[in-house]
């Protein structure tokens, strides 16, 4: 049983999502990410009219007669959101950690993906990876993630987004929207590059 003061800001991060959800917002997620990626499936012979510019010119030397590049529009994408259980993110004002305003926005993510169809999965780290939950679809799913949030206790207490974005890259097999949820609070002072990943 969780405990009723849980509840209740597991209630209030609900309601709060979705009244940003009855906002613009889920358009904005949908106009700035959907569609946006094309899969490549296969290559056809060029027919009159085609797009010059999709030919496969490998294909089309070793067939001697042009052909072109089939492409899907991706229909559903996949979110991950990174959380950062440091330290930091147990302080905050009166009412609220800072790790309770992550759940708040990672609730608002996570609710507009699954509303657009979409996966969302969840990564806790320290200066390490301290927790992965794969991307699945549903309002209940989401609801977990929210949770997971609020109950996590980290293992360590510094921070280095660098191993979560490394760590994402190798276990997905496809494309995917990461969101990196942090206060980009270091102990010595330094914000480590992002570009140090090899994303």
Known sequence: MLAPEFVKKL???ELHTRKVL???FVGEYKSTFKG???EFVDVREYL???DVRAIDWKVTARMGRPYVKKFVEERELTVILCVDASGSGYFGTRSQ???EQAAQVAATLAFSAVTNNDKVG???FTDRVEKFIPPRKGRQHVMRLVRAILLFEPEQRGTN???ALEYVMHVLKHRA?????SDFLFPDGTIPSINDAHV
Do not use: E, Q
């Open 97 to 99: 950690f800072k790790l």
């Open 36 to 38: 946006t990626g094309m």
């Open 48 to 50: 009159p009219g085609d």
């Open 177 to 181: 929207i990461v969101f990196l949820i």
């Open 161 to 163: 987004p660098t191993a």
């Open 122 to 124: 969840l990564l806790f």
């Open 11 to 13: 209630r209030k991060i």
């Open 22 to 24: 009855n906002t613009s």
